[in-house]
């Protein structure tokens, strides 16, 4: 389905007696056209060859391919395969369709390809491939869990040296990982200090990414700026109050409440555990899934450079704010990921020892 989404039209937009037809990879090709690299880089991997390559290494694993290779091969290749998953964002870039449909069906005609329904059959399989992907199974092929022994119930496990492999999920109380060979940590070092460093980051792009223009439309050879907070003016304004609502919250407040979620975590970190403790690790669980979800505006963006293409009658280019945000938005997703939510819940004593350590 996603091969077939590739090689047909995917949307026709139409007006005043010009079309413009596009297929899926011109999202990308046409932001290069405009000097927007890395924006092009970014679509062209999140939406076409990160979940190829997924696809396609997914099936010879499967079939057992793991238990036939040498394991240093199968190591390397398993722990590549499954670091692809999070930056995969085909469903996010399905409904970045939709909103930009939304946006501009007023203005013209929109007829969509093979490719759009072939798209949409890609997600829904490629979604149904993920809930039975089955790691657990896949690293059994190359090493069997070990299982631990002496081990005492009664205590927590970072008071008996228990380390769990942040890649394969082994218990083990040596330095590596005796099955994938990772690096193990009681918790992960340097947590805090790295997960604050990318929020900084973040918020330091989130500033130019809500002032500056996120593209620039030209409509009769008058062109005008649109920022984030402009965009969803006009569509509460137009009436589609529903996607107004999504797009506000997904990049509006969506960010800024993930920084602040995320650095109120980095303080409580410094406190005791106590009976909050469970409801502040689900609401980091919360914030690491839905942190990729403010990527919607940049898919929007995307899909409207690439489609609205008829000189000056009526053309939009991509503006600078949409780099700055899609910066802040990987910045983000980097800093949920660095961050260790076992700090969480560790003594005082225990947060001591692994400073020293």
């Known amino acids: 389905m996603l091969l077939s989404s590739m090689f047909y039209p995917f949307i026709s937009f139409s007006s005043s007696g010009l079309t413009q037809t596009i297929t ?42 793991l238990q036939t290779l040498p394991e240093g091969i199968a190591r ?18 399905l409904i970045g369709v939709l909103v930009s449909m939304v946006k501009i069906m007023s203005l013209a005609d929109i007829s969509f390809g093979v490719s759009f329904w072939a798209y949409i059959g890609f997600v829904i399989l490629y979604i149904g491939a993920l809930t039975h992907l089955n790691k657990p199974r896949l690293w059994a092929q190359i090493k069997p869990a070990a299982i631990l022994e002496d081990t005492s119930h009664a205590k927590r496990a970072i008071e008996q040296n228990i380390k769990a492999c942040h890649v394969c ?12 060979h990772t690096k193990t940590h009681i918790r992960n070092p340097n947590s805090v200090q790295k997960a604050a460093a990318w929020l900084v980051t973040s918020v330091l792009c989130y500033i130019p990414a809500n002032l500056l223009p996120i593209m620039h439309t030209t409509s009769l050879g008058d062109e005008s700026p649109s920022t984030l907070i402009g965009g969803v003016l006009t569509l509460w304004k137009s009436g589609s109050y529903p996607i107004a609502i999504i797009i506000f919250l997904a990049s509006v407040v969506v960010p800024l409440a993930k920084a602040l979620v995320l650095s109120f975590l980095c303080i409580m970190v410094a406190k005791p555990a106590n009976k909050h403790t469970k409801g502040y690790t689900k609401i980091y669980q919360l914030t690491e899934f839905i942190g990729k979800w403010s990527m919607i505006d940049v898919f929007v963006v995307a899909i409207l450079v690439a489609l609205v293409q008829l000189g000056n009658l009526m053309s939009i280019t991509p503006g600078l704010g949409i780099v700055f945000f899609t910066v802040m938005v990987i910045c983000q997703m980097m800093a949920a990921h660095a961050f260790d939510p076992r700090l969480l819940w560790d003594t005082p004593k225990n947060k001591h020892s692994e400073n020293k350590a």
């Open 24 to 65: 899926l990879p011109d999202a990308a090709r046409i932001l290069f056209n405009y000097d927007s690299e890395l924006l092009g880089l970014f679509i062209d991997l999140s939406i076409i060859a990160l979940p190829m390559s997924l696809l396609i290494i997914l099936i010879p694993l499967h079939l057992g391919l």
């Open 76 to 93: 390397r290749l398993l722990k590549f395969t499954l670091a692809l998953e999070p930056w995969i964002m085909s469903e996010i870039f």
């Open 169 to 180: 999920h082994q218990l083990c109380k040596s330095t590596v990982c005796p099955r994938c």
